[in-house]
């Protein structure tokens, strides 16, 4: 009789949900397994209560499996029981829909090496309008580890380049950051060279624009970043956030104060700094335990 009615929901999953093949195959073999849990159990699927779902669950957890999994089984049997109740089967609640999905498993941020940054900043072709602009960027994104955000709203006035420093006025923290020689260097020659060529109104106060001399965007950054990423041939997802993220790593493995980070960064809360101190500390002890001779062997 549960073999039929699986095949039922199996149906009500092609039919009603409209799921693909490979959602389909998922939930019913999530199903599958669920099931022979309760039954080797003894417990009635129609009978099984909220605390039971919670250990199975829970035991997955245990052995290892991902979050994504996880919580995929756990909509799997959320959906399972919705149709049981579709079906008539005297189930007053859905006993699955008080149990919390995990947070999803959080991907460590992409770091480049300080020579895959080197490639990066000098794949701009400087001898161009275009890509004077653009190693402008890059340089400024990576000197001061700003938000891309923040990145397209800096003035002109926010930049002092006598002294080396920029002042973000973006997000919720307003900060001054200081700023690199060659980044200095770098703006200088955009601004000096190649800005009073792109842009229309003299009056413009936005720092970097487009080669129609309209504000950068988000997108607009996103797309150069991403071309050069590919030119330079580093085997890595690069996006904006991951210079950001390269300025922290490299300066904390340098010695800087994670609480100086945290105020370069504009993060509010010191929490969120420290995944790169949870970063750095993992990267050590994985070249610790490949190259140290004892640390091999055991």
């Not at 959320?78 to 189930?91: A, D, K, S, T």
């Not at 900043?121 to 890509?131: C, I, R, V, Y």
């Not at 509010?268 to 002890?285: G, H, N």
Request: aromatic share 8%; proline share 3%; with cysteine.
């Amino acid at each position: 009789m549960m073999t039929d009615f699986k095949e039922r929901f199996g149906e009500y999953l092609k039919k009603k949900k409209k799921v693909s093949e490979n959602t389909l195959n998922s939930y019913l073999r999530d199903i599958e397994q669920f099931l022979e849990y309760l039954d080797g159990r003894k417990i009635s699927a129609k009978d099984v209560s909220g605390d039971e779902i919670g250990k199975y669950i829970f035991g997955l957890e245990s052995r290892g499996r991902s979050k994504s999994s996880v919580n995929r089984m756990l909509s799997s049997i959320r959906c399972f029981y919705r149709f049981m109740n579709l079906e008539g089967e005297c189930l007053v609640v859905n006993p699955a829909s008080g149990i919390k999905s995990s947070k999803p498993d959080q991907k460590a941020p992409e770091i480049l090496t300080e020579n895959e940054i080197e490639m990066l900043l000098s794949a701009p072709d400087q001898t161009e309008l275009k890509g004077c602009r653009d190693r402008a960027m890059l340089e400024i994104l990576y000197a001061t580890g700003i938000r891309v955000s923040e990145l397209v709203e800096l003035r002109v006035d926010d930049v002092n380049l006598q002294v080396g420093i920029l002042h973000c006025r973006g997000g919720k923290n307003e900060r001054i950051i200081p700023i690199y020689d060659e980044a200095v260097r770098a703006v200088k020659d955009y601004i000096d060279r190649v800005r009073s060529m792109i842009i229309i109104d003299f009056n413009e106060p936005v720092l970097f624009t487009n080669m129609n001399g309209s504000p950068m965007t988000r997108q607009g950054f996103w797309k150069i970043i991403k071309t050069y990423a590919k030119q330079t041939g580093i085997n890595k997802d690069i996006t904006p956030q991951t210079l950001r993220h390269s300025f922290a790593a490299h300066l904390l493995e340098n010695g800087a104060q994670l609480n100086d980070i945290k105020e370069m960064l504009g993060h509010s809360d010191i929490s969120s700094t420290q995944m790169y101190a949870r970063l750095v500390k993992q990267k050590y002890k994985n070249s610790y335990s490949h190259f140290h001779p004892k640390a091999r062997r055991a």
